[in-house]
């Protein structure tokens, strides 16, 4: 079955790095566009970040341009998010998601405090 398995968050001071890891299994990861989303305390699960199948198509969320970036490794079946100059509202829940799949997996806390 479809598993997801995020990894790298923490708690970080604002201005920091971190850099997220997301482990595919289950599926063909090689043909399928790969998201981050995000869901912050009170607030609806967002959309960070897609890449696709090969990598030469990505998108960004507004709120993220610049700061954030989202690559792949289709033979180790792994997406990334590099999260630079982080911000007390980049604070979420962050997962890795295939849409043509319901799974989700556990997430990974990001904390931006000083």
């Known amino acids: 079955q479809v598993q997801l398995v995020e990894s790298g ?3 970080v001071q604002p201005g ?11 599926f063909t990861f090689s043909n399928y566009f ?3 989303y995000r ?3 009170g607030k609806e699960r967002a959309l960070v970040a897609s ?3 090969a990598g030469g198509s990505i998108m960004y969320a507004d709120s993220v341009k610049g700061r954030f970036t989202i690559s ?6 792994m997406v990334y998010l590099q999260m630079n100059s982080l ?10 998601h295939n849409p043509r799949f319901a799974s989700w997996g556990q997430g990974t806390q990001v904390t931006v405090s000083s």
């Open 9 to 11: 968050g923490g708690l």
């Open 16 to 26: 920091g790095s971190l850099r997220l890891s997301c482990a595919a299994s289950g």
């Open 34 to 36: 790969m998201h981050w």
């Open 39 to 41: 869901q912050a305390p």
């Open 51 to 53: 890449i696709s199948n």
């Open 72 to 77: 792949r490794d289709n033979a180790k079946n």
């Open 87 to 96: 911000k007390p509202e980049d604070t979420a829940v962050y997962y890795c």
